[in-house]
């Protein structure tokens, strides 16, 4: 096989070799590199010791309510971090009680609004809501159904179309 239009105007010769298939055998391909997630002890560490997550130095929030909801899969517990600084910068972050995300949507999504409606009737103004991934969605949702008690959602990592509606 030869590709042409290089940058020195020279054909490439490409060799593709393939192996010989095995009856029987699934052939995986490469792993996933995993040598990041070693560090991630040291990474907390870092976080923690930061002065933006002291907040020092970062702009004082307005005391509004503030609902974190986690992904597919995940809980309240490892959005804790997220929550606490929002506290120490001055929102009133809260959880979403979810135990675990994972079930019928429309019950999940049921129980993120009454736990929305019941953070908003104790504070000024509308929440913003933070998801994470599947928890973005159900943010983006909220947003549209409720935009009375919702003044911004904010999607981390999460899969979403252009058109909320």
């Known amino acids: 096989m030869t590709l042409a239009g290089t940058h020195s105007g020279q054909p490439v010769s490409l060799r593709i070799r393939r192996r010989p298939r095995v009856a029987g055998v699934i052939e995986q391909g490469p792993m996933p590199p995993l040598g990041g997630e070693a560090v991630a002890g040291f990474e907390l560490a870092r976080l923690i010791a930061s002065p933006v997550y002291l907040g020092m130095g970062v702009p004082r929030g307005d005391g509004r309510a503030v609902l974190v909801i986690p992904g597919f899969l995940g809980n309240d517990e490892y959005l804790r971090p997220l929550r606490g600084w929002l506290r120490r910068i001055g929102y009133s972050a809260h959880a979403s009680g ?40 159900f943010a983006r949702g909220l947003a549209v159904l409720r935009p009375n008690l919702v003044a911004h959602a904010i999607c981390l990592g999460s899969p979403l179309g252009s058109n909320p509606r």
Do not use: C, D, M, Y
């Open 98 to 137: 979810i135990a675990l995300n994972v079930g019928t949507l429309s019950v999940l999504f049921s129980n993120l609004l009454q736990r929305l409606e019941f953070i908003t009737s104790g504070s000024p103004g509308r929440a913003v809501v933070i998801g994470h991934s599947l928890g973005g969605i």
